[in-house]
């Protein structure tokens, strides 16, 4: 880690062309909508097994990139590639969203959580895992007569469901409805519902917005947690700075559609540039710093 | 429960009468205006046209009624009750059956309950032709309420030409059985194959639209079908029908008089009723069908996709749902089911002519799903003995029996906003089975 964040730091501009092994690479992403540029010829990439933060302020493209990625927008311009451990790669943005999930396995979460509120904790993490529980019931079939294959399956897929309601301390709400989780479990719950589809690159929208200091820790001890013991690597937009600096192993700086900025948390914290567009130091400590 | 804050509204008696007065004027009004043309103007018919005659006193004592009957309970009735108009009498009822968790425990032994009922109808001393025609009919509803449900209330999909399914099951059979002599049996699967053909047909491009468009695509679909019957007279023989549709057979026994029918080989006196059971027995095994499969596909992953579409289509998609094939396996399940219904109907009626399959059907049978409780099993059971059965009972009032039925829908619609039975009950669970309250529950968007 601290060997790529001297290289970072030491060439400062282009860090993200010495990613040893990128699990996504973003190339001269361009995002019109009609005359708004939302996102101006972006270049980035996400190592595999490390967590990876998208910071900007308001309006800087964040979500937009998020959208691209997992394919809820169609890009204007660019090329957007995963790579599986395997060696197998997808362009993503030639696939349709439910294919990047499913067959480039990217998973997502939303700003504003989108569950499935009428549905049982517990149902929307079976949900995540519909396409091998529909292998399993031979697309339905097998499992209308009710085959020990399926029945199998969904033993199974309810372990992995208990296994990361347990994480995250929802056991014991397993069977309420999702809307009458409190806010804080909403969010983890949407994380861990991510998870269950097994993803090998999961990216999170501002998942600590609205928490609270101690949910907040408790968040990061999730996300460092799936990092550390799941094969899953994590791309992450966050407007919340402790949560960013504390657990992000590489930060890409956004502001109005460009990059900005990108290397180690330590390395972004004290570019001046970035300073001046975000993180909100005063106007003549960032005029020192060399403005933009 | 009684939070109202009373004494405050009840402190005024002489306010309170003038004000109920001019209240009760106002009331009486409205029953002015409405009572004028409705009861005051009657048509007759004379030789050579229609003319008016008037019922003026009729009108006044019906305003006199609604007067005294508003004066009434506004000094008596509401004063104790209030705050009356925020909190209804229905609503109120509503809260203690959900507090003492009555309504949910009845729920249980409902069930088997109608399930006895309905398997034991035709042997009770009561059952005489009309009321087996009747169970005929309620049971043809349900079961295509349990289709429909499976578009509407678990996909969320709003579908307003359920009836061209119906059509398309129904002359299927009727045209594979009349032109190529094929028995029911082997045409009640091709029936539902094809109706799923054509849910399959009108999904691929309506899937794109959502919502209040889609409905209006479905009905225009359900009126083309319609006219293509209509018109397209050397296949359907068009506004005509087609008659003389062959009836089911029992294991390959007629019921008819003579050798080798069902009455002589089982060496039983003829009677034209063991058809009529016969049918009944074959609708409620058609439709029990229908509700395992949908009971069996809800615990499915397929079923739990509808519900999860149903919840939030984007999630469906952020997931890795096929969200296109989930919808088409929704619309092609329903429109089977529909066909399968339709075959009956045309085995049933030995008759079957365009008529039979106009919007008015569809309505009928997405009022059933929306009153029983969107995706409620029992709630659509409930619903089509409330509207077909309730229909038939109202005969008596004769040409009041629509405004009748209109004014029971409007009503259970007033006491129960989300259906009769509003609540979903999980398809899965880890300790608990708890039932999930309607406000939690999406309606579905398309």
Redesign the interface.
Known sequence: MSARAQAATAARSEPAALAADPILTVEHLTMRFGGLLAIDDLSFSAERGQITAVIGPNGAGKTTVFNCLTGFYKPTEGMITMRHADGASFLLERMDDFRIARSARVARTFQNIRLFPGMTVLENLLVAQHNTLMRASGYTLAGIFGLAVYRKAERKAVERARYWLDKTGLLERADDPASDLPYGAQRRLEIIRAMCSQPLLLCLDEPAAGLNPAESDELNRLLRDIRDHHDTSLLLIEHDMSVVMGISDFIVVLDYGEKISSGSPHFVRNDPKVIAAYLGIDDEDAGTGGAP | MAAGPAPALAAAPAHSLRAGIIDALIAAFIALAIAAPIIGLRTVSLEGGLALTTRWGAVAIAVAVVFAGRLALTLLWWPRHKPARRDSAGRRLLARARDSGLAERAMLLLAPALLIFAIALPATPFADRYVLDIGILVLTYIMLGWGLNIVVGLAGLLDLGYVAFYAVGAYSYALLATHFGLSFWICLPLAGFLAAMWGLILGFPVLRLRGDYLAIVTLAFGEIIRIVLLNWYDLTNGPDGISRIPRPSFFGLEFDRGEGGFAAFFGIGYSSDHRIVFLYYLILALALLTNF?TL??RR???G??W??L???E??????????TATKL?AFATGAMFGGFAGSFFATRQGFISPESFVFLESALVLAIVVLGGLGSQIGVVIAALVMIGGFELFREFEQYRMLVFGFAIVLIMVWRPRGIIAS?T?????????S??AE???EGRG
């Open positions: 499969v069996r596909l499915l992953p397929v739990r996709a519900e999860a149903r919840e939030d984007i999630a469906c998609r952020s997931l890795g749902i096929n969200t396996t979903r999980p398809s899965i669970f880890l300790k608990e089975r708890k999930i309250g939690s529950v999406g």
